[in-house]
T-cell receptor
């Protein structure tokens, strides 16, 4: 079974631009979560989507948004990029996301650099 | 104070050593505890999962949870160079709540 895939793997943008990152979950998985990973803050939860609905949201400004499509693929968007948005953005998928033992499988991440 | 505290290391040990990795947390509502391993340029992968207090063993890995002290540990026996990675603890209140991660401890096992 193919793992979680994320595209692109690397991205360089300038301040003020916007960016869209894509995540394809493992086949059959319906829950997709997004995380931001930085050396200073570690892994921080952005949001979770299940059946095209946002189920949980972390403490990030409204510039960060996401959506999920009917095939469970997900995108996240960051508008008006700031230098502090430079990070590794990780996507994780799980079967349903609602059971404690429902393992989250992570993709390799998209490395975003904002200049 | 962050909800989950984890010493970032780096931790360097000789091959064959026993490694102890730890996290403390402040929120007593956490019930589910996990350890993830992250190799360079890869996403985290789940190593161990435990519910509430107690021990769980899987091969060379043992996870311990002490809810009364709000302290969790991961022990690695007979450490190998292939264990060199960043280890992240994570926890959640219930099944459908987000994971809260520690910052991770970077481990190097020297042959």
């Amino acid at each position: 079974k193919a793992g979680v895939t994320q595209t692109p793997r690397y991205l360089i943008k300038t301040r003020g631009q916007q960016v869209t990152l894509s995540c394809s979950p493992i086949s059959g998985h319906r829950s997709v979560s997004w995380y931001q990973q930085t050396p200073g803050q570690g892994l921080q939860f952005l949001f979770e989507y299940f059946s095209e609905t946002q189920r949980n949201k972390g403490n990030f400004p409204g510039r960060f948004s996401g959506r999920q499509f009917s095939n469970s693929r997900s995108e996240m968007n960051v508008s008006t990029l700031e230098l502090g948005d430079s990070a590794l953005y990780l996507c994780a998928s799980s079967l349903l996301g609602g059971a404690p033992t429902d393992t989250q499988y992570f993709g390799p991440g998209t490395r975003l650099t904002v200049l | 104070q962050k909800e989950v505290e984890q010493d970032p290391g780096p931790l360097s040990v000789p091959e064959g050593a026993i490694v102890s990795l730890n996290c403390t947390y402040s929120n007593s509502a956490f019930q589910y505890f996990m350890w993830y391993r992250q190799y360079s340029r890869k996403g985290p992968e789940l190593l161990m999962y435990t519910y509430s207090s107690g021990n769980k063993e899987d091969g060379r890995f043992t996870a311990q949870v002490d809810k009364s002290s709000k302290y969790i540990s991961l022990f690695i026996r007979d450490s190998q160079p292939s264990d060199s990675a960043t280890y992240l603890c994570a926890m959640r209140w219930s099944g459908n709540t987000p994971l809260v991660f520690g910052k991770g401890t970077r481990l190097s096992v020297i042959a």
